[in-house]
């Protein structure tokens, strides 16, 4: 459970699982319908970030977990958060760490201190440990060590610049600067050894630790899972992402999530309070941005600009009278004009394909243009469809307006050839 840089864009919080102390109900309504940029959640409590920095806290305060980062995130603008079995942590846009809750083993004072004077840029809290990474890329840890979670993951990150961290019950993990994977702590489900040995020799891009498993994603979107599988939360989760190009992961206690490069959320393991199911159900077809697994809960984090996207291939021919002229065509995908940025590729007459992120129904605007002085010679819209069955991305001829002499041809696989015949 672990934090770092926020995602590029806010969206609205979603919310499922186990709530009687607050960790659903109450985060939802502290949002409030605000955007949300940032989450974690801890076994039975839930942080949150708005978009303008506000801490968002709920759910059991028993340690002083939700009131105490409250209390000292006061009037400060945070940017990431993580949350620990029963204490919390939080970085302000300074990078000061922050944090509260349960102190038995130093796991709140004890990195605080650690991270005193120092910019930190990201954050894990587990049982009863904490990690923290400063901008010089040192990986600090304090808590409680009795499996070797501490001083492990320090000796193995030992003059290695750390980018992120995660932490589970009672195990680390950690992403050195050129993507090789660490962890060190307890091992009995294969939590370290396993996910040692899916990573090896791979480039790991994001990392993910609970209870008693691990997940890492490379950085061709696998996905990799090592640890204990008693509800499937591991072989599941490895099951429904084959073949899929996965960015983002968020373990809990037995169950885990993962989001597709199109946003599409992924998930499997215990399902008895909903935190599977009901997140699924939550965010519908909606994009996810981030996600977060508790003990019991989930939280995702979707955009607000419509159904999720889905990345096609595109390239530009032309034929006619003249097709070695040169011509380009320009395709724009509209924001929502606060959060979201308008979306531009330019495809060369001949050049190579480029991708482009686009939305089930939604206009992407096209122009013609003469590539030296930019002259328009047509405009039109094209818009693609999506079969959930099939899990293909199509051409939605009837909706789209394609100027005359331009033609679009898919090619399956998410491939499509613009040609202009003029």
């Known amino acids: ?96 760490l922050l944090g509260a809750g349960k102190d038995h083993n130093a796991q709140v004072t004890g990195i605080v201190t650690a991270a005193g004077g120092r910019r930190a840029v990201a954050a894990a809290g587990g049982a009863v440990h904490s990690l923290a990474v400063t901008d010089d890329g040192e990986l600090l840890a304090a808590g409680h060590d009795g499996d070797g979670q501490v001083t492990g993951i320090v000796q193995a990150a030992r003059g290695r610049q750390v980018t992120a961290v995660a932490a589970g019950d009672f195990h680390s993990l950690a992403l050195t600067r050129d993507g090789r994977l ?43 899972a090592a640890g204990r599988d008693g509800h499937h939360q591991v072989s599941g989760l490895l099951r429904i992402a084959q073949g899929r190009r996965v960015v983002a992961v968020a373990a809990g206690h037995l169950h885990s999530l993962a989001v597709t490069r199109e946003g599409e959320l992924l998930a499997s393991g215990k399902d008895g309070d909903g935190q599977v199911s009901g997140i699924l159900a939550a965010v519908g077809r909606e994009r996810v941005l981030r996600v977060a697994a508790g003990g019991y809960h989930s939280l995702a984090v979707v955009a607000v600009d419509g159904p999720r996207g889905r990345v096609v291939q595109a390239d530009f021919r032309t034929v006619g009278r003249d097709p070695a002229r040169a011509l380009t065509l320009r395709l724009l995908r509209r924001g929502d004009g606060e959060t979201v940025p308008d979306t ?13 992120a686009v939305r089930e129904g939604a206009p992407v605007e096209l122009a013609v243009c003469r590539a030296v002085t930019g002259e328009v010679l047509a405009t039109g819209t094209v818009r693609f469809s999506y079969d959930e069955i099939t899990r293909t991305t199509g051409l939605d001829t009837r909706a789209s307006r394609l100027p005359s002499y331009l033609a679009c041809t898919g090619h399956g696989g998410g491939r499509f050839t613009f040609t202009w015949n003029r």
């Open 1 to 96: 459970m672990s934090a770092g840089a926020p995602p590029p864009t806010a969206g609205r919080l979603c919310a499922a699982g186990l709530g009687a102390q607050g960790q659903v109900p109450g985060v939802l309504a502290a949002a409030g319908g605000e955007r949300v940029g940032a989450v974690a959640a801890g076994d039975y409590h839930s942080l949150a970030v708005t978009g303008a920095g506000r801490l968002l806290a709920a759910g059991l305060d028993d340690e002083r977990q939700v009131t105490g980062i409250l209390g000292v995130a006061h009037g400060r603008r945070v940017t990431a958060v993580a949350a620990g079995g029963f204490h919390s942590l939080a970085l302000t846009e300074e990078g000061e």
């Open 182 to 224: 660490l962890a060190a702590g307890r091992d009995d489900d294969g939590q370290v050894s396993g996910i040692l040995a899916a990573a090896d020799g791979r480039k790991v891009v994001a990392v993910s630790a609970a209870a008693l498993q691990s997940l890492a994603v490379t950085d061709d979107g696998q996905l990799l």
């Open 344 to 356: 531009e590729v330019v495809l060369d007459a001949g050049g190579p394909a480029r991708e482009l």
